[in-house]
């Protein structure tokens, strides 16, 4: 299979070696001038636009991958005017990162055209349904208005982080983390978080994300434990991979709950279920945080489950179609059509589902999809 800088050496081809040598090295170094990265990705045939969820389901060319990068790349060099007609194509994207995985640059669209969103933003061209959710972060530090607060018990070795979407649509399954992370001899409790912020950074609104990271950083560095895990997978890749990139320091190890379960499965003995399942990948598990296998190892170890797997999976899994935090909001029945474009693959291998990400499980849920969580599946494992 051709090497994705083949096309760096036959350009050099020919060129003696003492010449050659500068250029390589200005290349990889960064030094060397040429296209920015976003005109790269604008004049490229679209080669990720197979794995698009957005590019498969809408299957409009302006919304393809290489359609936003160009729409994108015009706004910004002033040939098409900034409004909201021009920017509805980059909100088009569920920020899952399928496209890297196919890029030879290993290009992000939506890191690409981020920027252009930031603009936007800055110069006050907004989609009203972007305003109430602006306004609860920005008041409340929580996507869906003012929340219930709880007293707080601050004793334990492991800060337990619900993310937003589990606060609100799954307070249940709290209390089902807590027992799985005491099953696997943790003393975990919870606090009066803040949003981790991803939604604001997705849709461009960088201030406002920076604010709230730097609130929530502060929440969990006073909380004294050296653990974070949180079940939601956009949650720990905002901590673990965007929040250093602020400049914004989580002091405690943070881990999504796969990736803690994982680490302590051997204390947990005699898992037995017998039952059919298929399962889902997150997109910020599997490619955001480089964890293509953890669901299918987790589950493999569990005695009489039978696993089918479908055959889009790990880092070629096809997002839930409520990611990115945009489509949801403003294009709903769009994120609908992808959510079930999804369940019809997985409901050809069994009823059941089995994801991480408390996103996901909306999105199956809100489309007539019987999906748990892992932590749901291990709790009924113990119970039994």
Known sequence: MPGKWDWLRDEIKGIELLRSAPLIFRFISGKLKGPDDLIKCALCPNMCRHACPISIVDGKETTSPTGKARTAFFIREGKLELNLENLEPLY?????NACSEWCPFEFSVADLIRPVKETALQKGVVFKEFRELFENLERYGYIYGEPQLQEEIKSGN?????????RENYPELEKKVLKVLNALGENAFTINEKCCGIPAYNLGNIELFKKLAREQAEIINSSGVEVVVTSCPSCAYAYKVIYPEYGVKIKP????????????LNK????????????HDPCKLAIGLNEPEILEEILSKIEGLEIKAPR????????????????????????DEIARERLKELQEEAELIVTACPTCKLAFNSNGGKVIDIVELLYEVLEE
């Open 92 to 96: 088009m994207c569920l920020s899952c």
């Open 158 to 166: 492991v800060l337990y982080l619900r993310g937003c979407t589990l």
């Open 253 to 264: 190890k943070v881990l999504h709950i796969t990736e803690f379960v994982k680490e302590k």
């Open 268 to 279: 947990l003995k005699n898992l037995k279920l017998k039952d059919t399942i298929t399962f």
């Open 312 to 335: 889009r999976k790990g880092k070629e899994t096809f997002c839930c179609g409520y990611g990115g935090s945009a489509i949801s909001r403003l294009k709903p029945k769009l994120a």
